[in-house]
């Protein structure tokens, strides 16, 4: 069964975009994975098919209506079964990262929310049981864009869609660290060759140099993970002896 990604939006049409490219865009080909997207606007009640509203207290901005977008969720839910993880894509949200990539490639659908102008009425997100998700501390003009990067970040995860799965072991966040930095053709590039270690032809001395490396620029680049990195290796440790 290949994993499916349900997108309720008032921009249908910029999806897939950027997901049908490369490796992502092959693997929904071939149907390693599917997407659907439902527009909002054809769940609105009125005959000006609105689907926003003055907030209640004043203030800037339109906020969706409740009421159209339960009726949306209704919908969403009619094809995906009721049990699917539910995002509502907001800067408000916790923070996406690689642990929760995994955790909804492993689902069997997902459905995201992106909203647009102020966003959703409290009530209806609490009615759904819409998890709010962010994907940084920054504010988009809508959910698209993040739904996009969710979306990405799941696909890749997916068995057969990067073809070779040891890339994905490898990679930045795979065990809490930033990845090491990578050299190609040519040895010598504008003066400046490729780390000596490269060229060695002994892969432990190079697997050693790589997790250095990474370790180096973790620290540097983002204590937080660094010292989480370290904390979970002593546990590792202390648990193994
Ligand atoms: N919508 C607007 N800004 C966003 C963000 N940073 N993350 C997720 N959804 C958003």
């Known amino acids: 069964m290949s994993w499916r990604a349900t997108v309720l939006t008032l921009f249908p049409e910029v999806f897939p975009g950027v997901l049908d490219a ?56 009619a094809s995906f079964g009721p049990h699917a993880r539910r995002l509502y894509l907001s800067p408000r949200g916790r923070l996406f990262d690689q642990a929760l990539a995994k955790e909804l490639a492993g689902e069997p659908s997902v459905l995201f929310v992106c909203g647009r102008y102020e966003g959703l009425d409290q009530r209806v997100i609490d009615a759904r049981g819409l998890e709010e998700v962010s994907i940084g501390d920054f504010v988009l003009a809508g959910g698209e864009i993040a739904a996009m990067a969710v979306i990405e970040a799941c696909v890749r995860l997916i068995p057969g869609v990067l073809g070779n799965e040891a890339t994905v072991d490898e990679e930045s966040f795979s065990e809490g660290l930033l990845e090491y930095p990578h050299y190609t053709r040519p040895a010598e590039w504008k003066g400046v060759r490729v780390p000596e270690v490269l060229l060695s032809g002994n892969h432990e001395k190079i697997r050693g140099w790589r997790r250095e490396q990474a370790e180096e620029i973790t620290q540097k680049r983002r204590p937080d993970l660094y010292e989480t990195y370290v904390l979970t290796k002593k546990e590792t440790k202390g648990r193994v002896s």
């Open 22 to 77: 490369s490796l992502p865009g092959k693997a929904r080909k071939e149907g390693l994975w599917m997407l659907e997207t439902l527009d909002i606007r054809s769940f609105a009640r009125d005959k000006h098919a609105s689907v926003d509203d003055t907030p209640y207290g004043g203030g800037a901005g339109m906020v969706l209506r409740p009421d159209v977008m339960d009726d949306a969720l209704a919908g969403a839910e």
